[in-house]
């Protein structure tokens, strides 16, 4: 999961994995598409590939990257519980300022 994370830090790297969502792309195409060099594509693709977030297809002579869904489950799955945890929170918050405004409410009354 940290890979995963690193790996997405980087903008460019988080660029391609979005790009990479509406389907496999050549190198070239990467860098066209988000204005950057082959070489420099070339260099984020390998992180994205060792962190294990895309794979390689080859067909003839070109490379097409993909994304792999494991790692983006395994994400998802792992943030689903601060998702929880949050929205728990929050709903004790929503509470606490229901309780905070009847109570305001109250007082103004008394007055």
């Known amino acids: 999961m940290v890979e995963t994370f690193a790996a997405l830090a980087e903008p460019n790297r988080f660029r391609i994995v979005e790009l990479l969502r509406s389907g496999p792309c050549p190198v070239n195409e990467i860098g066209e598409r988000l204005q950057l060099n082959q070489p420099q594509v070339s260099k984020h693709l390998r992180v994205l590939k060792e962190a ?42 929503d509470e606490l300022i229901e309780e905070l405004k009847d109570k305001e409410k109250d007082d103004d009354r008394k007055r």
């Open 52 to 93: 294990g977030l895309v794979e390689v297809q080859p067909r003839a002579q070109q490379r097409l990257y993909e994304l792999r869904a494991e790692p983006l489950r395994q994400l998802h799955e792992w943030l689903e519980r601060y998702h929880q945890l949050w929205d728990a929170r929050f709903g004790e918050l």
